[in-house]
């Protein structure tokens, strides 16, 4: 009676090859504090510029000339800048510009990017050869040099910003990606499927593409805490966002003028600064380390 019982008991369904790999990942990921701590400072500060308008305690671009210039208190806990506007309601404001800019703009890169790099890994000749000096070209010019010219060009604004660094950061994508589609279309699973009748885009988009995102996605982590420099430099020419509205860099910008009378109008935008770029690069190692087939 036992063994029959024991042989009608349903069988434990055997988790999927896909679930064990994301199993595996977020267990090399738990293993590094680092990463942890970066993840949690990006959701912290993603969550501060998506509830600005709840989490803000004054209006940002409200000037008050009772409290021009006053140093951190019970009141404003930041201070106030030159025209007594809460430096905390603006820097909260200004995580929205500076974390637009980065992820908007890199978004860019990557829909320009990884489809030239797809083209010239896979298809190669003239179309590989064109893609690629192009490529060169841009990459010639150092990232914010380039996207300096191009803001100048298209002219003052946010858009109009992260337009200028989504085209300087899209090179390194497409060589990034062309270098792993060139590695992967002569592994095994390309050449069947390929023997199987597969058209090329077929390959290129369901076998290639989906093989070599986890180094493009480690890569756009990264460019991510770049883009958010280069928008505050920008912002600091006066190229970015445009005052009233608050953005780090133009608030940088501002805050160079009163360093004697109110450092802490430089203190908070640059520490904002300090602390995202630093969350997005511990985050993106921690990536890079926890897709690495090696390890």
Same mark, same amino acid.
């Given at each position: *009676?036992?063994?029959?019982?024991?042989?009608? %008991?349903?069988?434990?369904?055997? @988790?999927?090859?896909?679930?064990?790999?994301?199993?595996?990942?977020? !267990?090399?990921?738990?293993? %590094?504090?680092?990463?942890?701590?970066?993840?949690?400072?990006?959701?912290? #500060?993603?969550?501060?510029?998506?509830?600005?308008?709840?989490?803000?305690? =004054?209006?940002?671009? /409200?000037?008050?000339?009772?409290?021009?210039?006053?140093?951190?208190?019970?009141?404003? !806990?930041?201070?106030?800048?030159?025209?007594?506007?809460?430096?905390?309601?603006?820097?909260?404001?200004?995580?929205?510009?500076?974390?637009?800019?980065?992820?908007?703009?890199?978004?860019?890169?990557?829909?320009?990017?990884?489809?030239?790099?797809?083209?010239?890994? =896979?298809?190669?000749? !003239?179309?590989?050869?064109?893609? *690629?000096?192009?490529?060169?070209? *841009?990459?010639?010019?150092? #990232?914010?040099?380039? /996207?300096?010219?191009?803001?100048? #060009?298209?002219?003052?604004?946010?858009?109009?910003?992260? *337009?200028?660094?989504?085209?300087?950061?899209?090179?390194?994508?497409?060589?990034?990606?062309?270098?792993?589609?060139?590695?992967?279309?002569?592994?095994? =699973?390309?050449?069947?499927? %390929?023997?199987?009748?597969n058209p090329p885009l077929r390959? /290129?988009? %369901?076998?290639?593409?989906?093989n070599v995102l986890p180094p493009?996605?480690?890569?756009?982590?990264?460019?991510?805490?770049?883009?958010?420099? /280069?928008?505050?430099?920008?912002?600091?020419?006066?190229?970015?966002?445009?005052?009233?509205?608050?953005?780090?860099?133009?608030?940088?910008?501002?805050?160079?003028?009163?360093?004697?009378?109110? @450092? !802490?109008?430089?203190?908070?935008?640059?520490?904002?600064? #300090?602390?995202?770029?630093?969350?997005?690069?511990?985050?993106?190692?921690?990536?890079?380390?926890?897709?690495?087939?090696?390890?």
């Amino acid at each position: *009676m036992t063994d029959q019982t024991v042989a009608l %008991r349903p069988a434990k369904a055997e @988790p999927g090859p896909w679930a064990r790999e994301l199993k595996r990942f977020f !267990w090399r990921l738990g293993r %590094r504090k680092a990463t942890i701590v970066g993840g949690i400072v990006v959701v912290l #500060f993603l969550v501060l510029a998506i509830l600005a308008p709840l989490l803000s305690p =004054y209006d940002p671009i /409200a000037g008050n000339w009772a409290a021009v210039r006053k140093a951190p208190s019970a009141a404003h !806990w930041l201070g106030t800048d030159e025209l007594g506007r809460d430096m905390l309601a603006r820097i909260i404001w200004g995580a929205r510009a500076s974390l637009s800019a980065g992820c908007i703009s890199v978004g860019l890169a990557l829909v320009l990017g990884v489809p030239m790099g797809l083209a010239a890994g =896979y298809v190669g000749g !003239w179309t590989e050869a064109l893609l *690629m000096r192009l490529t060169d070209a *841009m990459l010639a010019i150092p #990232f914010l040099i380039l /996207a300096i010219a191009l803001a100048t #060009f298209l002219g003052p604004s946010l858009t109009n910003a992260m *337009m200028a660094i989504g085209i300087s950061a899209t090179p390194v994508f497409v060589r990034l990606t062309r270098g792993q589609v060139i590695a992967a279309k002569v592994e095994d =699973y390309v050449e069947a499927a %390929r023997a199987l009748g597969n058209p090329p885009l077929r390959i /290129a988009v %369901r076998h290639i593409l989906p093989n070599v995102l986890p180094p493009i996605l480690v890569q756009a982590t990264l460019t991510i805490a770049a883009a958010i420099i /280069a928008e505050a430099s920008l912002s600091f020419l006066g190229l970015g966002q445009q005052p009233p509205q608050p953005s780090w860099g133009s608030m940088l910008n501002v805050a160079k003028g009163f360093l004697n009378q109110a @450092p !802490w109008m430089a203190l908070s935008p640059g520490a904002a600064i #300090f602390v995202v770029v630093l969350a997005f690069n511990m985050l993106g190692d921690g990536l890079r380390d926890a897709l690495d087939p090696r390890d």
